[in-house]
């Protein structure tokens, strides 16, 4: 189903065909890739965005577009993870991604400013709640930490919260909207239905032909030019959300919860977002039922809602939590490992890509960059990858005698797994989506399936 962006996303114009060559080449038209095209265009670089689906079609378009640094129970596993010293990188690249949003959309009515809330309902969620009100307060961010009892705005009972006023949400399709026409203004193009294949020597291989680039930025989720591995480093999951209409009054912040079974909470255009359950793509059996307990809840906490739409994201997440963003090969530069915070830090990731391009390098960059990789992560990774193992014997021993499935992801050849809720065919090895037709819909796949039906 659409998103409720998508559903009222304006017009945006790109272009037909596709240049020669260009300075730099950025890969995938988000909100990473957008922005910083726009700030090399207005820095005066020749840009040209490639874009395999439209404008927004994957994470930017799919997110509850929340701009906070109020982010769930982020701070304290990062600080866990990584430390202090890069917590305190996150935060400030983070804030930056914030405020350089908020200058962009400054006239835009969907720039909406709202208090942003963490809470939990259970134990281990209070927990949960203390350790990022430490994490935060390590960094100097001011929260309000409500206890039981303490007015949160919901209609049902929360243990423990924290409150940080005067965040921001937004449209995230306006946002693209407006990036798309700097980046064009400033004499760039975006072309889209065209599905980057492979980089040698500077000269990218598309779908819809050869460009020759002087640089080239990958900012497609799990980078489709991967010259350092990353679809082994990521964890991958998706994500359900939906917009319902409800009678009498909606809460005024944004929310998150901690607890097992996270929820998501904010408004738009009159309506009610809920952010739901999240799975590993690919290893979910019924997703379809996922969508029902969202809906049952949703009913249960406002009665009489009803759903207008429903959709899904994907997200990816490093180990050590650290989002990376930086270069990885001569003339080849990657951002990915949002961490279902793509908002800040999509907007952060452009700063320091347009920074170390144009020579003016932002203050954060190194310190985010610097090897975080611990005795924790180094287990996390092998549990992953253990993980990874597993899926694939699981779905190769499910698929022995059937004859629906299309055959082996072409990324590494992981049996497909049939996703009854979006109709799509999911790998459990990397996240890689295919499309029943077997178009590539997402993940580090870039070639399309032989055959797919359902």
């Not at 378009?61 to 304290?76: D, I």
């Not at 489709?224 to 964890?235: E, M, S, T």
């Not at 049939?418 to 580090?444: I, K, M, Q, Y």
Request: with cysteine; hydrophobic share 40%; net charge negative.
């Amino acid at each position: 189903m659409p998103s409720i962006w998508h559903q009222t996303s304006p017009m945006i114009p790109t272009d037909p065909t596709l240049p020669e060559s260009t300075e730099v080449a950025v890969v995938g038209a988000g909100l990473t890739g957008l922005a910083t095209a726009a700030l090399l265009a207005r820095s005066g670089f020749l840009v040209t965005v490639l874009e395999a689906r439209a404008v927004g079609a994957v994470a930017t378009g799919n997110t509850t577009a929340k701009v906070s640094l109020l982010q769930g129970s982020v701070m304290s596993e990062l600080r866990k993870h990584a430390g202090d010293t890069a917590l305190e990188a996150y935060v400030a690249a983070n804030r930056a991604g914030q405020d350089w949003i908020r200058s962009e959309l400054a006239d835009d009515p969907s720039l909406e400013q709202r208090d942003a809330f963490t809470y939990s309902t259970t134990p281990t969620g209070d927990s949960a709640i203390d350790a990022e009100a430490e994490a935060l307060a390590a960094v100097g961010l001011d929260v309000d930490v409500l206890g039981e009892g303490e007015h949160a705005g919901l209609p049902y009972p929360v243990t423990r919260a924290l409150r940080m006023r005067g965040q921001w949400q937004i449209h995230p399709m306006r946002l693209l909207a407006h990036l798309a026409e700097v980046i064009r203004e400033h004499g760039g193009s975006i072309v889209t239905d065209c599905r980057v294949l492979g980089l040698q020597d500077g000269k990218l291989r598309t779908s819809r032909g050869p460009l020759q680039a002087n640089q080239v930025v990958v900012a497609s989720g799990s980078p489709v030019i991967d010259k350092a591995g990353f679809f082994a480093r990521l964890r991958v999951s998706r994500s359900l959300a939906a917009a319902y209409r409800v009678p009498g009054e909606v809460p005024s912040g944004m929310y998150l919860s901690v607890d097992a079974v996270g929820r998501s909470l904010r408004t738009s255009q009159g309506l009610l977002l809920v952010g739901g359950p999240s799975w590993t793509t690919g290893r979910e059996q019924d997703p379809a039922k996922m969508l029902a307990s969202l809906d049952e809840w949703v009913v249960d906490q406002f009665p009489g809602a009803a759903r207008v739409t429903w959709w899904a994201a994907q997200d990816y997440q490093t180990v050590s939590r650290v989002p990376f963003v930086g270069p990885t090969g001569e003339g080849l530069w990657v951002a990915t490992g949002f961490n279902k915070w793509g908002m800040t830090n999509g907007a952060a990731a452009a700063l320091t890509l347009a920074g170390d391009l144009t020579g003016s390098p932002m203050p954060w960059a190194e310190a985010l960059r610097s090897p975080h990789l611990t005795l924790r992560d180094g287990a996390e990774f092998i549990g992953a990858q253990a993980g990874v193992a597993a899926a694939a014997v699981t779905s190769a021993v499910r698929h022995i005698g059937r004859h629906d499935a299309p055959g082996a992801c072409t990324h590494m050849g992981g049996s497909l797994e049939w996703n009854d809720l979006e109709r799509t065919w999911d790998c459990p090895l990397h996240g890689s989506r295919f499309a029943e037709d077997g178009a590539v819909l997402e993940g580090p796949a870039v070639e399309a399936l032989s055959r797919a039906s359902k």
